[in-house]
């Protein structure tokens, strides 16, 4: 089965855990509160492929950055998603290598419009099986966009590497990982 290259940003101790052979899973508590309606949404479509999401919470990290294939996040892309108490409580970038048919692609910017439509009506779209345009190719829908993966949790066999996330002093346009 072939492995595919995904980054996430994950708390410092996930990072440890991963390293002292724990799997992580993700955590609803983590996750704001008028988001959960539509991430509940994105693990219902996530079990449907990968079945031992069990109750947690989907783990979000990034497939392809600022419109190209298999380009890593930035310093840029964590400075604008991320806030100052994030880095405050100390971040690591995680370099994954995953199987395939463990996670679900979309289209970052479908999915921040469908996120903005939930958090404002409080309530999934009346269709949210048409939200599933996120998922359809071509999953850059413009030269900015990036392509989001959803996983059910991190098995330390998956670790690439890990890596304090610092963007302080560093080029926005710097990937956080060099390219190989």
Not at 32 to 56: D, F, Q, T
Not at 112 to 118: E, G, Q, S, Y
Not at 150 to 166: A, D, E, N, Q, Y
Request: aromatic share 10%.
């Amino acid at each position: 089965m072939s492995s595919v290259r995904l980054w996430t940003f994950q708390d410092q101790s996930v990072a440890d855990q991963l390293m002292a052979g724990h799997i992580h899973c993700g955590d609803w508590e983590r996750t704001p509160e008028n988001w959960r309606l539509a991430y509940r949404w994105m693990a219902s479509s996530l079990k449907e492929i990968a079945p031992e999401l069990g109750e947690h919470a989907p783990i979000w990290c990034w497939h392809s950055c600022h419109g190209t294939l298999n380009q890593p996040p930035t310093v840029g892309t964590a400075a604008y998603l991320l806030s100052e108490s994030d880095f405050e409580r100390g971040l690591a970038v995680l370099e994954l290598a995953i199987p395939a048919d463990t996670m679900l692609l979309s289209s970052y910017y479908a999915w921040n419009r469908f996120l903005d439509a939930v958090i404002t009506k409080k309530r999934l779209p009346r269709s949210p099986r048409r939200a599933g345009w996120m998922f359809e190719e071509p999953l850059l829908r413009h030269a900015d966009d990036d392509i989001q993966a959803v996983i059910p949790l991190i098995r330390p066999s998956w670790l690439v590497r890990s890596t304090p996330l610092i963007i302080d002093g560093r080029d926005y346009n710097e990937p956080l990982f060099p390219v190989d």
